[in-house]
């Protein structure tokens, strides 16, 4: 064997030491993802920074509140006009605009928020607009027209691919009521009876403490 052979020999990785690497390589990798898996929307994983707000989804996380404040108080017509025609075919009573408003639960404003987020999501992929937070700021003032949503819908997948479903926000707006991390609190699970430990000052907020906690009262009286 010549020289030059036994230095190939010497810097060969051996095929134990190639699959401890690739082993080590799939740990980090699992690591990495169950990171990222547990991020909360309205945020992503910085290496240096942990979680940090995500600009495009933050800004949905604000509308969602501002919304769920704005509509507890003043419901969406379509809301309030639907327990009125409701009302009038059960018990032929018409009532007033104030006395269906007040009918209208938590429940199905928020099922009426996924809903206008769902629309909102898509048409704003949809409109050819800069994807940026301006942008979308402004988007979201406007008032939401979709007369055909299922050709929307079909746009969309056309266009650009598989939609948010709306199960997806759902479960995004009561995991952002119940876990308190849209204000920087980040809830962990210690011991073998999972007792909740909650750290306040985890990460960045994206909502006041202010809103929260009155949006979260009105949400406790459902559950």
Known sequence: MGYADKIQDLIQISEDEQKRIKEKVRKATERRKSVLEKVPYGYRFDQGQGMVPDPIPAEYVKFIFEKLEEYTENPPEKLVQ??????????????????????????????????????????????????????????????????????????????????????????????????????????????????PVRVADHHEPIISRELYASVYEKWKKIV
């Open 82 to 195: 639907a327990i009125i025609d409701s009302y009038q075919e059960k018990y032929g009573r018409l009532l007033s605009h104030d006395e269906a408003k007040w009918k209208i639960s938590f429940t199905e404003i928020k099922a009426y928020l996924a809903k206008e987020l769902f629309l909102r999501d898509m048409v704003f992929q949809l409109s050819g607009q800069p994807q940026t937070v301006g942008t979308l700021r402004k988007f979201l003032l406007q008032p939401l027209d979709v007369a055909n949503s299922q050709r929307l819908l079909a746009d969309y997948r056309e266009m650009i691919g598989v939609e948010t479903p709306l199960s997806t926000w759902k479960r995004r707006i009561d995991r952002m009521l119940d876990s308190a991390y849209c204000i920087g609190e980040m809830t962990y699970y210690s011991g073998l009876d999972k007792i």
